[in-house]
């Protein structure tokens, strides 16, 4: 129909909308790139067309705009947002949505300078307000002038604003500043507005059904019990390549999450994301095949396995894990006295040779008062309660 129409009309904005949405619900269904990408040039010949009403325009772009980005033409994708704001420069929502688009490529400074020109124009713009205090934040560590965009911008309360990662990281900027009654005030309103599960579990990628509690009894997990005893029985083993991994230069690597507050935190990734990192594992060749007996910790695309050393003096900020679809294991390799675990309202130290067990979901923090280096093996498992088809359909992380 759409063909008859445009061998007519072949400028009309309407006919060829209609072919582009023909071609994107048949792409969709067909799975087919091919045609999607033949979509996407209708939509753009929508935009070019003369007399465009408004708003097929803006459907136009912004269906546009979402299936670039599905495909990873972010280039085509920034086009047409300016596009759009060229046409409507009265509108923060669409320069808005292109610092969006900026972020999702890593392409900070052009999303800073979009969002400072929003803020210029529209100072009380709270969606602008808490991505530019995001930045401030997460890029430049600016945490006093962070808690101030953001703490405006989550008063506004307006769409988009009310979103975990801006209570999270408005709460942990919080407390770095020694803020710390304020940062659990606002944990308990992320409650109230149900973006955290609980003040403690503050995880931003979760699968809600999961039951959750800070610490946990091994002896109370039976699904990992042969799990608990092969690490136990060749703790000694792993000891031996971790001390031996550590005195080697260039294999352990400094803690990259900006997690530390003073000290020094290494850490050596054996397995993350599901992945097998071969070089290292060929440094600890036991222990890695003891890790590799056991899928799920393995294959967790959720979770880590990874020698942790930390040093005197160290330090590490209360912080929660990104996901409660997991639970984490610590054997204790070398403990000397005087280092602990705070997880939620409680705390605990490791013993050499033995296991602990925790939701890292939860906050934790830790500090290393004694004189000698702790050194720990972590392993990040599969929560118990997950079917095999979420293990398969979760993201990585």
Known sequence: MFEALLEQYPLSPRSLYGKARALDILAEKKQSNDLLY?????????????????????????????????????KKAIAVHWQIIDRFPDNSTYLNNLAVTYLTVNLVEEARSVLKKVISKWPNDGFALVHYGFILKTVDNNLEEAIQYMSKGLRTEAAGVVDGRFYFHLGDALTRVNRKDEADKLYEEGVEKKVFRSKYQRSLYNVDRLPAKPWLNPKDVPSYQTLFAALVENSKQIRQEGLSALNDQGYFQDEAENL???????????????????????????????????????????????????????????????????????????????????VAEETRGWKEGDIIMFDDS????????????????????????????????LSAI
């Not at 459907?59 to 670039?68: F, Q, T």
């Open 38 to 74: 033949e979509a996407l040039t209708f939509y753009a010949r929508v935009l070019n067309a003369p007399k465009v009403p408004d708003r097929l325009f803006i459907i136009s772009a912004e269906r546009h705009i979402d299936r670039a980005r599905f495909m990873g033409q972010y």
């Open 260 to 342: 530390k507050d003073s000290g020094t935190w290494k850490q050596l990734e054996l397995f993350a994301r599901g992945r097998k990192f071969a070089k290292n594992c060929e440094r600890t060749p036991i222990t890695c095949s003891v890790i590799e007996r056991f899928p799920e910790a393995s294959r967790c695309k959720r979770g880590q396995t990874k020698f942790s050393v930390l040093h005197p003096g160290t330090h590490v900020w209360p912080h929660c894990g990104p996901t409660n679809c997991r639970l984490r294991i610590h054997l204790g390799l070398k403990i000397p006295a005087d280092v602990f675990l705070r």
């Open 362 to 393: 939860f906050e934790h923090e830790v500090w290393h008062n004694g004189t000698e280096f702790r050194l720990v093996l972590i392993v990040d498992v599969w929560h118990p309660n997950l079917t095999s088809m979420e293990k398969q359909s």
